[in-house]
């Protein structure tokens, strides 16, 4: 059964801090991994999609990481700020595109 | 460019009526794909139209459908609504199938009394 494992489920961190946010996958064949920022309240936004091929992927302070041997990911973010505070949804696609999602990570940054 | 359009946004429904709700993508994309988001089970893959066509389909039961037309503008509809069914429905579109550019809406907001 294709699965999308994210670690924590959530984290409180200080503004400016760093940190990074853990994705596990079982879905196989692999087609392409994305990371989405939800807001309360609103629909999830991209920030970044990486294929087979593709071991890290940059979006401003996102920096996402994947290795397809060890089926992992994690989405790194540099010097948080408020509005960082969301869900982040870690979404596997596999074999006709069909995305298996994660549960995400409740990201709480405090001034 | 607009965005996702989802109407309405918000919905209020009783146990076993229907609802149908609307999905307008963004101009030129032609695919169009519908989530379920509850606080329990988190995001889940409803189905994927393409040129009118479904092209997959996830782990729901029959009550749920859908439909796209043929100016890509898509529908869902829930019958026989259950306590269960309240949730975020998500509708996101794409350019290409393959959703590698899958941009959402804002989502209706579905409670079923």
């Known amino acids: 059964k294709n699965q999308v494992e994210q670690s924590p489920q959530s984290l409180i961190i200080l503004e400016g801090k760093n940190c990074t946010l853990q994705?596990?996958?079982?879905?196989?064949?692999?087609?392409?991994l994305r990371w989405y920022k939800q807001d309360t309240g609103r629909g999830p936004v991209s920030l970044t999609i990486?294929?087979?091929?593709?071991n890290t992927k940059s979006n401003g302070r996102y920096t996402a990481t994947l290795d397809a041997d060890t089926k992992q990911s994690s989405l790194h973010i540099t010097a948080s700020q408020l509005s960082d505070s969301a869900s982040y949804i870690c979404?596997?696609?596999?074999?006709?595109?069909?995305?298996?999602f994660g549960r995400g990570t409740s990201l709480i940054v405090h001034p | 460019k607009a965005g996702v359009t989802q109407t309405p946004r918000y919905l209020i429904k009783t146990r076993g009526q229907q609802v149908t709700l609307s999905c307008s993508p963004i101009?030129?994309?032609?695919?169009v794909s519908w989530y379920q988001q509850t606080p329990g089970q988190g995001l889940q893959f409803l189905f994927e139209?393409?040129?009118?066509?479904?092209?997959n389909k996830g782990n729901f039961p029959g009550r749920f459908s859908g439909r796209q037309f043929s100016n890509s503008r898509s529908e869902m509809n829930v019958s026989t609504l259950e306590l269960g069914d309240s949730a975020l429905y998500l509708c996101?579109?794409?350019?290409?199938?393959?959703?590698?550019?899958?941009?959402f809406g804002q989502g209706t907001r579905l409670t079923v009394v």
């Open positions: 979404v596997v696609s596999g074999g006709s595109y069909i995305p298996t």
């Open positions: 994705c596990n996958y079982t879905v196989s064949p692999f087609s392409n």
């Open positions: 101009s030129g994309h032609r695919s």
């Open positions: 996101a579109s794409s350019p290409r199938q393959d959703n590698t550019e899958a941009f």
């Open positions: 139209y393409f040129s009118e066509t479904q092209r």
């Open positions: 990486m294929t087979f091929s593709e």
